[in-house]
């Protein structure tokens, strides 16, 4: 397994899916789910597909890592919308 930096292009494509997912119904209780699952499936299938503990890892780390982004993307659009006050 080895480390590209093109990997981490995965996160915002993570967000993207659940974004396309709340977009088709999904309620946003159940999108943090929905992007650790998705991280975990984009663990087995591309990031460390030979490697179980290396999928799981590496998937909940995308998966959570998009919910981050997504959080503070939000948090920071609302303080400019706002004027940071």
């Given at each position: 397994m080895t480390f590209q930096l093109w990997d981490l292009?995965?996160?915002?494509v993570i967000m993207g899916v659940v974004g396309l997912l709340r977009l088709f119904?999904?309620?946003?209780?159940w999108a943090p789910i929905?992007?650790?699952?998705?991280?975990l499936i984009t663990?087995?299938?591309?990031?460390?597909?030979?490697?179980?503990?290396?999928?799981?890892v590496l998937g909940a780390l995308y998966g959570v890592s998009a919910i981050?982004?997504?959080?503070g993307i939000k948090n920071t659009?609302?303080?400019?919308?706002?004027g940071f006050r």
């Open positions: 292009i995965l996160i915002p119904g999904l309620s946003a209780h929905a992007a650790v699952v998705l991280g663990g087995f299938l591309y990031l460390a597909p030979g490697d179980a503990l290396a999928a799981i981050g982004l997504h959080s659009w609302q303080a400019i919308r706002q």
